[in-house]
Structures are given as C-alpha cells and as structure tokens.
T-cell receptor, first 110, second 114 residues
Framework: GQNIDQPTEMTATEGAIVQINCTYQ??????LFWYQQHAGEAPTFLSY????GLEEKGRFSSFLSRSKGYSYLLLKELQMKDSASYLC???????????FGKGTKLSVIP | ETGVTQTPRHLVMGMTNKKSLKCEQH?????MYWYKQSAKKPLELMFV???????ENNSVPSRFSPECPNSSHLFLHLHTLQPEDSALYLC?????????????FGPGTRLLVL
C-alpha cells in the first residue's frame, strides 16, 4: 500500500526559507516528484529525486533519503507568488505508479 | 501554457445527464492519465492509457468510462453520476521512456453534480 505524510498547512514570511517535509511508505520505489499547485490551477512539475542527496534548482531544492523514506522541499527567498500547495509524489516500482500526498498549503505573508 | 488542454473548464450536470470531458496533449507524449481531485483529498489516479491501450483502472465506478482514440486525445464519458463525484478532474500526459516520467497536467475540469 501507499502512505504519504506531509504537513497540511504552513505559513512563512516573504524573504524567508521554508522546508516542507514528506515521509512515505510505498510498495516499491523509483524516485520522488514534487509538484506545485496554485489554487484553481493544474499541478506543475518542480523536481524529481532518484538518488539520495540534495538537488538544487534556483530558489528551490529537494532532498531525498531512500533508506529513511523521507524527502523535503526547500524554498529560499520566499516570494508572495510561492503561496501554493506543494504535492509530494513518490513513484512506485511499476510504471505509471505516481501516488500523490494530500499536499502542503503554503501561505507566504509580508 | 502546459501543452495539455481540457474542455470544458467548468461543468454542471444533473444525475441523469450524460456528458464527456475532453483532453488533448500537444507534447507528443505516448501516455495519458485521468485524475480526480476532491477537496481535502490527494489526487486520485483513475485511468492510465499507454499507446492508446488502457493499462490502469483504479477501481473506478462504471459510471466513468474513458476513451483514448489516439495518443493525443483522451475522453472521460460520464453518466448517472452522484453528487459525491463533484470534483476537479485533471488530465495529464507523459512520455514513457522506461525512466523517470514527468507528468504534465492540464488545467482541469471542475465538475458539479446536482
């Protein structure tokens, strides 16, 4: 079965750094995706981790520990437009097996 | 512009109606997906088509019927729906390469069943 846990909501200040954690238990594992979804819009791809460690992409970084079933998304220099839901999605061993968490709703305040 | 379009964007239907949702991808991908997103719930995978063949059906009620006439188009036919089927229906596509397959989502159809 699949079990994905991430905080429901977070609030952070503009210009600050925020870390969104995700723990998962899946039957088989290939890698892990992070998606961003603004209210009323489609999810958009942010990152994909397959190896342990930190992947940096501009203001956003994503970390994976396969042995711990743990990932986090790090957002630096927060901007108001970063207010959105962030979806953790581990990819199972079989094809097409993307399972999404409930998402973390991030609110960035001035 | 994500390269995946969906119509209609909003739909209100009665429980006895029949309607269809349409998805079109302009990315040259070979796999397409239907997801359901309800309030306070995670995205739920409904159907997967790869090379126009259905390869995944996650115990979806028969009142939802998918159709994939070619690799660029995907439909979801709806009939005798229930109020609890009200949700955002998202289409996605990806390129099956045997490696990591990033899915690209359409804007969704917001469905209200009365």
């Amino acid at each position: 079965g699949q079990n994905i846990d991430q905080p429901t909501e977070m609030t952070a200040t503009e210009g600050a750094i925020v870390q969104i954690n995700c723990t998962y238990q899946t039957s088989g594992f290939n890698g892990l995706f992070w998606y961003q979804q603004h209210a009323g819009e489609a999810p958009t791809f942010l990152s994909y981790n397959v190896l342990d460690g930190l992947e940096e992409k501009g203001r956003f970084s994503s970390f994976l520990s396969r042995s711990k079933g743990y990932s986090y998304l790090l957002l630096k220099e927060l901007q108001m437009k970063d207010s959105a839901s962030y979806l953790c999605a581990p990819e199972g061993a079989g094809s097409y097996q993307l399972t999404f968490g409930k998402g973390t709703k991030l609110s960035v305040i001035p | 512009e994500t390269g995946v379009t969906q119509t209609p964007r909003h739909l209100v239907m009665g429980m006895t109606n029949k309607k269809s949702l349409k998805c079109e991808q302009h990315l040259g991908h070979n796999a397409m997906y239907w997801y359901k997103q309800s309030a306070k719930k995670p995205l739920e995978l409904m159907f997967v088509y790869s090379l126009e063949e259905r390869v995944e059906n996650n115990s979806v009620p028969s009142r939802f019927s998918p159709e994939c006439p070619n690799s660029s188009h995907l439909f979801l036919h709806l009939h005798t729906l229930q109020p609890e089927d009200s949700a955002l229906y998202l289409c996605a596509s990806s390129q099956q390469t045997g490696g990591a397959e990033t899915q690209y989502f359409g804007p969704g159809t917001r469905l209200l069943v009365l």
